[in-house]
Nanobody, 123 residues
Framework: QVQLVESGGGLVQAGGSLRLSCAASGRTFSNYAMGWFRQAPGKEREFVAAIRRSGTTYSYADSVKGRFTISRDNAKNMVYLQMNILKPVDTAVYYC????????????????WGQGTQVTVSS
């Protein structure tokens, strides 16, 4: 069992930045691949980014590549999503996810999900 709590969401103007944080508790954090998904109003959840448990491999959606950066601190049981050059289309609820398998994270089927944090980008 893993519990995930996101924070850092808020309102920002287009072109601005936000840093999302995810605190994990339960099983050993270092055993899990981590990631971020998002869901905009009226749309399906979409993959944003993922990172292996070792932190040596990353994956990003084409829509955020070059603007977003995922990172983790296994000593603190934390994962982060640095979001730069934000656009109105980035407006969504962002979810932290975890799974023992990196492939399940990038394919959209991670086992554990957080409650989500709202990110709103104004034009």
């Amino acid at each position: 069992q893993v519990q995930l709590v996101e924070s850092g969401g808020g309102l920002v103007q287009a072109g601005g930045s936000l840093r999302l944080s995810c605190a994990a508790s339960g099983r050993t954090f270092s055993n899990y691949a981590m990631g971020w998904f998002r869901q905009a109003p009226g749309k399906e959840r979409e993959f944003v980014a993922a990172i292996r448990r070792s932190g040596t491999t990353y994956s990003y959606a084409d829509s955020v590549k070059g603007r977003f950066t995922i990172s983790r601190d296994n000593a603190k049981n934390m994962v982060y999503l640095q979001m730069n050059i934000l656009k109105p289309v980035d407006t969504a609820v962002y979810y932290c996810v975890a799974d023992e398998g990196y492939i399940r994270v990038v394919s959209g089927g991670p086992e554990y999900w957080g409650q989500g944090t709202q990110v709103t980008v104004s034009s």
